[in-house]
């Protein structure tokens, strides 16, 4: 019996494999949360590591291709069972980082993780399109690059949506397990299917009928590759910087990334047609605002910017594909795709925070995408005119839109009314009419970063202001009209300082005298006697420092060295240099640094750690409070902020004192609400909620002096109970999901 292709074989063991490699991205994600956190850069650095273990796998899927189709398959087999050595998956029991070498620990810790399984599953795409084709009758292999993406996106949407709410981390390894063991079957069920094969796969076809691609064409593939996969991630950042911190958001990007793979290695020409033909413009329209850095966190630029991202990407993938070599060269093509990938993955995740400190890797590989796409004249009016010589024209036409940049960027105020329409509507109109010239296309695309808000970027680097780190981009910046000296973590605000004479070391935004924080701090004699010991979680601009008084010991933790520095600083913020000039700063995770820390150490512990708009989340599971349990002393008070604009922290915290038998309360303070009759000093106070948890239900009246109905939440000082959810349960590091507590709402509402 003559035996058949056996696609459907091929296909399913591709997007088996593709599932698992992105399911266990995020599943090793969240398992590294309890060492160093969830800060944006600990996610690129991880898609660089995956990046580079995918280059190993196609660079050893392209080795294998010299030898006959029998021995590819016992060798791989073989490494499949040898990998399997590290199943089920878990963290490697490594040293901690020290400060500063978050960026190479990160990488080191996941090799050490799922190096060998990541690596031999990253061969499946090349391998399994190598064997298929193998077989005369089985047709073009590349579409199979669509399937692999499918089946890509499906396991990264799939874990945040159904396994990391249903399934604990223990469960979640032993399913993958379970995942491994099918892909193994199927891949030897493949090579059995090609079996017969005796031939080497390098033979298989005539050098003269199929010539090597150059050493150009294989550049060119690299850079083709290098930014769509540097500017996904530059996409992350730069939205999660300075749009808007949306939980989950780096999905986004990253599926759109991958389902462009799908479109592009697909046959759909039409849709690939029109998005060669839009993909320009929607570069001008969108790209041209990369250089913002004041958005103030709009939806629709968060919008566009994704919008730009698949439209770039697909036609860029696109472009790769018609430039595909015979299958031949099958595997050498995506080893360099897969080195391009690594490529813009190295210069956005590692080099850039290094080099810059804004996210200027951004604008910079939409510079580069404009160098590479296809540019189909959109407007081809030098033909429609019958212009004999359009370039004195060009010419003329850059001069119009440099004019109006220079106008647009002397007017920026944020927004496109009025007269900066206009001033952009022209620069925007050039680039448009310049698409078919590619010199000219990119300089008019310059000239339009530059205009909208690109200067002010620009200015704000060589001014002193900006700070950038591992962990994010900090902005110092005065506010004359209001006396304010404001420090910013991308969108959030981390710190406030009034600039008025006298009134420099008052209490401001989330930390006022009627927050919980405050009613706390100011009680501490009153709570542990004037020797109080205290710790703070999270050191902003130091503004909760002048709450310490003489004789209390403090201890403040901070897990990234550029805020310590900032908050040091007297010529930035002096909270710290008139009110603690000798409080210890502890560099370090928090988590780790309070567990090696004396037991019964603090009477009131304080967690004010954010990342961007969310506490860590490690910061909040059962072995967490646990820890803080053991530093505080008998009858100690756990106070933990939980002010957010997407998470309802409430009910996680309600079911850990629950399950601890522990009294608590939450303040909600309305300062700073404008639309709200208690409010006070509007624009330096901020309204903030502050839960308090104590073992000891004494020391909780002592505190709020009698828990209150939530109706009377709105008082100067009431303490209201938190609000439960029946049947929640409590956060572990083996499980924890965010999903439960997601105000939906809020992800399409006004900024707070």
Not at 125 to 133: D, E, S
Not at 147 to 163: D, E, H, K, T
Request: glycine share 8%.
């Amino acid at each position: 019996m003559t035996q058949t292709p056996r696609r459907w074989l091929f296909v399913l063991t591709i997007l088996v494999g593709s599932f698992l490699l992105f399911q266990v991205q995020p599943m090793v994600a969240r398992m590294v949360l309890p060492k160093l956190g969830g800060a944006p850069a600990v996610w690129n650095s991880a898609m660089l590591v995956y990046q580079a273990l995918l280059l190993g796998g196609y660079a050893y899927a392209h080795w294998l291709g010299r030898f006959e189709i029998r021995r590819q398959a016992m060798i791989h087999i073989a490494l499949f069972v040898l990998a399997a050595l590290w199943l089920p998956l878990g963290i490697a029991q490594i040293a901690p980082p020290g400060p500063g070498q978050e960026a190479l620990w990160v990488p080191l810790l996941l090799l050490a993780s799922i190096g060998p399984v990541f690596f031999v599953i990253s061969a499946q795409a090349p391998l399994m399109q190598r064997w298929f084709a193998a077989d005369t009758r089985a047709g073009d292999p590349y579409y199979l690059y669509a399937a692999s993406n499918l089946g890509s996106f499906a396991g990264l949407i799939s874990y945040p949506a159904l396994v990391e709410p249903n399934l604990p981390l223990a469960s979640q390894s032993w399913g993958w397990t379970a995942g491994y063991a099918l892909l193994l079957l199927l891949v030897a069920a493949a090579a059995a299917a090609r079996w017969q094969n005796h031939v080497a796969q390098d033979d298989a076809a005539s050098a003269a009928d199929e010539p090597r691609p150059t050493l150009r064409r294989q550049i060119h593939w690299l850079l083709i590759a290098a930014v769509p996969s540097g500017l996904m991630l530059s996409t992350t950042t730069h939205l999660t910087t300075d749009i808007v911190a949306m939980p989950l958001l780096w999905v986004l990007p990253l599926g759109l990334y991958l389902l462009s793979f799908s479109i592009a290695f697909s046959n759909a020409e039409s849709i690939k047609g029109t998005f060669r033909v839009l993909a320009p413009a929607v570069l001008l329209i969108a790209g041209g605002q990369a250089l913002l850095s004041t958005s103030g966190g709009t939806m629709l630029i968060a919008f566009m910017g994704l919008v730009m991202l698949f439209v770039v990407a697909t036609t860029l993938h696109d472009y790769l594909y018609h430039l595909r070599p015979p299958t031949r060269y099958l595997t050498l093509f995506y080893l360099i795709m897969s080195a391009g990938g690594v490529l813009g993955g190295l210069f956005a995740a590692l080099i850039a925070p290094l080099l810059f400190d804004w996210v200027y890797e951004h604008p910079i590989l939409v510079l580069a995408a404009a160098m590479l796409l296809p540019l189909p004249a959109l407007f081809p009016w030098d033909r429609w005119l019958k212009v004999s010589r359009p370039l004195p024209i060009v010419v003329l036409l850059l001069v119009i839109a440099a004019l109006a940049s220079w106008k647009l960027s002397a007017n920026w105020n944020g927004t496109f009314g009025g007269i900066n329409g206009l001033w952009a509507g022209l620069t925007l109109g050039v680039g448009l009419l310049v698409i078919g010239w590619r010199w000219a296309y990119v300089l008019s695309l310059g000239m339009l970063m530059l205009g909208v808000g690109g200067l002010e970027t620009l200015k704000s680097s060589t001014d002193g202001s900006r700070v950038r780190s591992y962990f994010g981009v900090y902005t110092v910046t005065d506010d004359s009209y209001r006396h304010q000296r404001r420090l910013a973590h991308g969108t959030t605000l981390h710190g406030l300082q009034r600039t008025e004479k006298g009134r420099e070391l008052e209490p401001t935004t989330y930390y006022g005298h009627k927050s919980g924080v405050g009613l706390t701090l100011d009680k501490a004699p009153q709570l542990a006697g004037p020797n109080a010991s205290i710790g703070i979680v999270g050191l902003g601009a130091g503004t909760l420092s002048c709450y310490r008084r003489p004789g209390q010991a403090w201890t403040i933790f901070e897990i990234d060295p550029a805020m310590a520095a900032i908050a040091r600083d007297p010529s930035k913020f002096t909270f710290i240099s008139k009110c603690a000039p000798t409080v210890p700063i502890v560099i370090g995770d928090a988590r780790l640094q309070i567990a090696k820390r004396p037991a019964a150490q603090f009477d009131i512990l304080v967690i004010d750690a954010f990342s961007s708009d969310a506490i860590p989340l490690h910061l909040l599971t059962n072995e967490a409070i646990g820890i803080y349990a053991r530093a505080l002393k008998p009858g100690g008070i756990l106070l933990i902020h939980v002010s957010n604009r997407f998470f309802d922290l409430e009910p996680v915290l309600a079911a850990e004192a629950k399950a601890r038998g522990w009294s608590a309360a939450i303040r909600l303070d309305p300062s700073g609400n404008a639309d709200n009759p208690m409010a006070r000093d509007y624009g330096n106070l901020t309204a903030s909620s502050w839960v308090a948890l104590t073992e000891k239900p004494e020391r909780l009246q002592q505190l709020t002096g009698g828990v209150k109905p939530r109706a009377k939440s709105d008082q100067d000082d009431a303490w209201v109970p938190l609000a439960a959810r029946p049947g929640f349960t409590p956060w572990t590091d083996d499980y924890a999901s965010t999903l439960p507590v997601l105000l939906w709402g809020h992800l399409v509402g006004k900024r707070s």
